[in-house]
T-cell receptor, first 108, second 114 residues
């Protein structure tokens, strides 16, 4: 079975940094993904980690520790448009299982 | 514009009725998926297809069926809709069923079963 946990909600101020944690316990592991989903829209791909360490992509970075079953998504220099849900997903047997998502609200 | 097209965008359905949600992609992706998204539960996999002619069951397949007659189309059928199937349904595709399979999602179909 799959168990993917992430906080339900987070609030931060424009220009700040927010870190969204994700822990997982899955029967298999072929990589960890982060997706962004704005309200009423489809999820869109943000990042992919399969090896331990940090992957940086502009203002967004994602970290993975396979031994700890842990990942985080770091959002820097927050902008109002970053208000969205962030979904952690684990590739198990070449299918993605998703956490419930973390809703990030950016305040002016 | 290449991508995934889902239809209908929104539908209200009486319980017991049959309903097919359509999904078409023009990216020549081999793998396709159907997810449902419910508040507090996130995206849950209903059925998937790794390649045309094959299908498999996901986490919540009961009450749903799919077919994959060709690469482009992956319809989802509710044989006899029940209120618990009220949800937003997302179709997705990826180039291959692999470790690095980045999913592209359709815009979703909002289904309400009364």
């Amino acid at each position: 079975g799959q168990n993917i946990d992430q906080p339900t909600e987070m609030t931060a101020t424009e220009g700040a940094i927010v870190q969204i944690n994700c822990t997982y316990q899955t029967s298999g592991f072929n990589g960890l993904f982060w997706y962004q989903q704005h309200a009423g829209e489809a999820p869109t791909f943000l990042s992919y980690n399969v090896l331990d360490g940090l992957e940086e992509k502009g203002r967004f970075s994602s970290f993975l520790s396979r031994s700890k079953g842990y990942s985080y998504l770091l959002l820097k220099e927050l902008q109002m448009k970053d208000s969205a849900s962030y979904l952690c997903a684990v590739n198990d047997d070449y299918k993605l299982s998703f956490g419930a998502g973390t809703t990030v609200t950016v305040r002016a | 514009i290449a991508g995934i097209t889902q239809a209908p965008t929104s539908q209200i359905l009486a319980a017991g009725r049959r309903m097919t949600l359509r999904c078409t992609q023009d990216m020549r992706h081999n793998a396709m998926y159907w997810y449902r998204q419910d508040l507090g539960l996130g995206l849950r996999l209903i059925h998937y297809s790794n390649t045309a002619g094959t299908t498999g069951k996901g986490e919540v397949p009961d009450g749903y069926s799919v077919s994959r007659a060709n690469t482009d189309d992956f319809p989802l059928t509710l044989a006899s809709a029940v209120p618990s199937q009220t949800s937003v349904y997302f179709c997705a595709s990826s180039e291959e069923a692999s470790g690095a399979n980045v999913l592209t999602f359709g815009a979703g179909s909002r289904l309400t079963v009364l």
